[in-house]
């Protein structure tokens, strides 16, 4: 079994629309990440957590939010999807053990805004 | 601001080849940089980690090396193969601990031709 895991992989949804993308771990890490990426501009930092009760913005928050149900579970909403926000979106995690800080990435979620 | 440069963006070589993928960064206090492959719809894994107190690593055929100094990294493939097509991607982080982010290149597109 992955030790990322994302769901859902694919979504199609309409402008407006709040939408979920949920992302689990099985690695034990405490940190999490939610990136999106978008051709020509690469990964770019949505919001991080280092642990439950440590939710910080990234690069470009804007129109997102975040939940940390459980060191395990980290979840991104959109509250009213827009066009602009279609793109490949990816969760990933690391800790501060003996690999400090790398980053381990799921498989994505597309999600498209029509 | 850190910003993050791979050059090449495509890179297509016949296989067998030895290859260098070349990474930049504008901040050279960093605290490690970390090369990722992706392939076509997927995650990314992790392939090296270089902490910013080291010169390289080695997994395999793969050698990362870094130069802070001149704020570079670059990625040694040798014995190139058709299974080594996918996107490289290179990332930095400046600070650990709590301010530990990364900041992603746009990648290099890798063919291997057999």
């Known amino acids: 079994d992955a030790d990322v895991t994302q769901t859902p992989r694919n979504r199609i949804t309409k402008t407006g629309k709040r939408i979920m993308l949920e992302c689990s771990q099985t690695?034990?890490?405490?940190?999490m990440y939610w990136y999106r990426q978008d051709p020509g501009l690469g990964l770019r930092l949505i919001y991080y957590s280092f642990d439950v009760k440590d939710i910080n913005k990234g690069e470009i928050s804007d129109g997102y939010s975040v939940s940390r149900q459980a060191q395990a579970k980290f979840s991104l909403s959109l509250e009213s999807a827009i066009p602009n926000q279609t793109a490949l979106y990816f969760c990933?995690?690391?800790?501060?053990?003996?690999?400090?800080?790398?980053?381990?990435f799921g498989p994505g979620t597309r999600l498209t805004v029509t | 601001k850190q910003e993050v440069t791979q050059i090449p963006a495509a890179l297509s070589v016949p296989e067998g080849e030895n290859l260098v993928l070349n990474c930049s960064f504008t901040d050279s206090a960093i605290y490690n940089l970390q090369w990722f492959r992706q392939d076509p719809g997927k995650g990314l894994t992790s392939l090296l980690l270089?902490?910013?107190?080291?010169r390289e690593q080695t997994s395999g055929r793969l050698n990362a090396s870094l130069d802070k100094s001149s704020g570079r990294s670059t990625l040694y493939i040798a014995a190139s193969q058709p299974g080594d097509s996918a996107t490289y991607l290179c990332?930095?982080?400046?600070?650990?601990?709590?301010?530990?982010?990364?900041?992603f290149g746009k990648g290099t597109l890798l063919t291997v031709n057999p």
């Open positions: 990332a930095v982080s400046n600070s650990g601990g709590s301010n530990y982010k990364l900041t």
């Open positions: 990933a995690t690391s800790d501060t053990g003996t690999r400090p800080y790398e980053q381990y």
């Open positions: 270089i902490q910013s107190s080291q």
């Open positions: 690695k034990g890490h405490d940190r």
